[in-house]
């Protein structure tokens, strides 16, 4: 969970930071703006255990101002990576190079807004060490019937060939580099839904908000699979 709590840090010194855009929109129309090439909202922490090599990984953060405090009530065929605490929770699904469903319920205990972070796994070559193996994985048709979800077939790409309204997030001085053959990235072809779909793993994955309400329990469902 130390990583999860990294991710948690430096996201907010991410969103702390003042946006050139306008004070008055919704969180989200601000982080979908952020230039992606800077935005890095986590640290990696080199654990004792790997995750497992054939999963995905879901990672949810309450958010930063006014952090949401939720729990998990229920993960499809998936677990709980460690222990989720009142504001954030990984979460791995054991994933094939077939596209499945997944699906994850949580409770907001207040309202505002969270983070979902789309990922792979954590995957060191070596006990402690610093390098991954660099597991590509595939999302798409992420949908909620509770909240408002935007672009979650990620059909719609900005000028930079990113998924509109979600921001890339990368780790410093990852190993191995991210480059053009592991950046996370839009995919166009044997999609789950529509014709475009998402690729990310540890160290290059992209990340979206969605607002919550007290109380009100939310299903996120997607798809995803290895990358094949
Ligand atoms: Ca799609």
Redesign the pocket.
Known sequence: MFENLQVSIRFSTVLGVKSPFSRTMPLRFQLWKLPVLFVAFFLPLWGTHADDESSVRIDIIGGTANPVDFEVQNVSEGEVLGKATHQQASLAFPASKDWQKGAVTILPHNSGNIHIIFLGPWLPVSPGSRELVPEIVNF??FTSDEVTIHNG???VVDEYGNPKYFIKGEIPESKPAVDESNQARVVEGD???????IRVWHNSRFATTVSVTVNVPVTFRFHYRLNP
């Open positions: 798409d048709d077939s990620f059909e999609a789950s839904e529509g014709r475009r779909y």
